[in-house]
């Protein structure tokens, strides 16, 4: 059974109608990990408030976990506005620490997830060095935020991004982002993906995702990039968490030995499957 790791932080979600519920990166795509039929180890950061322990409950049944207690746990509020989910930073825990990748298990493909800065370059390199997994899939969004507590989350450019984060980037097996991580970057999708190659070197496959309208695919090993639109649309449920199902089922595709193309094409029909369950 394939092995996957994922490193990110959890957080607490506050819905408009003022409900409370886990969430983050590491609880999606954990989901979809499991859907499959992946073995999972979680690496999360949380607090201990009572959202915070029903996640980290969750990610119990899911696999095994490793969480580095903190404080507090990152705090997002959702609101909306004309239509579009606006994020506020109410709270943020505290980086993951690269001790707490002590006695993990080697995995075949790990994808890192940070989503309010709690996962560092250090904390790469030392999973990297330490576990030496065969794959290293990335989502950068939690790179590409402005986070001031009590404040709108807004999207950085891509030239916000930090030395450290850049030679990370560049040494990642996929980078997975979503083209509304990308406003800041100039043009369209495509122009989007080829700046985030210019900045990612040779090496990674880029994925840009693009919502409903499918996925852009930059694969090195090709000489040119595909865009694929799915055939299926999934319209009127929440799409939170959409990217990191993609990102997680991609990961695993990538470590049984699929090609780019049909790692990220399963990926797609995972999502779609995740939204069509929420609709029934």
Known sequence: MTEMLIVGGL???RFTDGSLAPGGSVLHAGLATRAEDARLTTLTVAGDEPAARDGLARLRELGTLAHQQAPRTTFYRHDERDGVRVLVLEARAEPIQPAGLAGLARPDV??????????TPSLVDALCAQLGPGRVVLLIQGWLRRLVEDEEVRALALDTLAADQLRVIAAADAIVVSTEDLVDAAGDAFAQAAELRL?????????????TEGYLLDDPAQNRVVASVPRRV?????????GDTFGAALAVNLARGASPIAAADAATDRVISVLEQRRA
């Open 110 to 119: 790990a994808l890192v997830a940070p989503i309010a800065d709690e996962v």
């Open 234 to 242: 999934v319209t009127g449920v929440s799409a939170v968490g959409a």
């Open 11 to 13: 957080t607490i979600d």
């Open 199 to 211: 900045r990612a070197g040779s090496k990674p496959i880029v994925v840009v995702t693009l919502g």
